[in-house]
């Protein structure tokens, strides 16, 4: 199916669609009644019967979009794809250090709407390093830490 999406593009429409109303399906269950126990319970099962249409929909509108002219806009996304492991520990450790109480302890500090401001800003800046970062070397570092432990040697070439 990804190898040749151009030619599956009705099955990308069906999964994105199916997918697609199953979240929205997901989301709009109502509130469960109990006990505080019984409404957590409900909520975490929610939460997990959101998970998989939520991902399905949108690998299947990211595959669609590939397909089309925003490709060109998508690819910018590249370095950061080749660097994933780096940038998703990077953002683990800057999130950490801001929003927990041996940080900064923002997590109740600010809006939902400044934290997906930062969010972006924060992505951004790390997609500037990887642009930088892919000037000198071929891997991210713990991509290229990754590969030698898989290939067990340092001998994996990181500079270009």
């Known amino acids: 199916l990804f190898l040749d999406a151009a030619q599956h593009r009705g099955t ?3 999964i994105a669609a199916v997918s697609g109303v199953l979240w929205g399906l997901a989301n709009a269950a109502p509130a469960a009644f109990g006990t505080e126990a019984q409404r957590q319970s ?5 939460a997990q019967a959101r998970n998989l249409p939520a991902m399905a929909f949108q690998v299947g509108v990211f595959v669609l979009l590939w397909q089309s002219p925003v490709r060109r806009l998508l690819a910018t996304l590249a370095l950061a794809g080749r660097m994933t492991l780096t940038l ?14 041996y940080g900064l302890d923002l997590w109740d500090k600010v809006s939902n709407a400044e934290a997906v401001l930062w ?9 500037a390093m990887a642009a ?3 000037r000198h070397f071929r891997y991210g570092p713990l991509e290229w830490l990754w590969r030698a432990g898989t290939r067990t040697t340092l001998a994996v070439p990181l500079r270009i």
Not at 42 to 46: G, I
Not at 88 to 101: A, D
Not at 119 to 127: K, L
């Open 88 to 101: 998703y520990i990077g953002q683990s450790i800057l999130g950490v250090l801001l929003f927990y109480g």
């Open 132 to 134: 930088w970062w892919f």
């Open 42 to 46: 409900a909520d975490w099962l929610l």
């Open 119 to 127: 969010g972006i800003a924060a992505f951004a800046v790390q997609m």
């Open 12 to 14: 990308w429409l069906a």
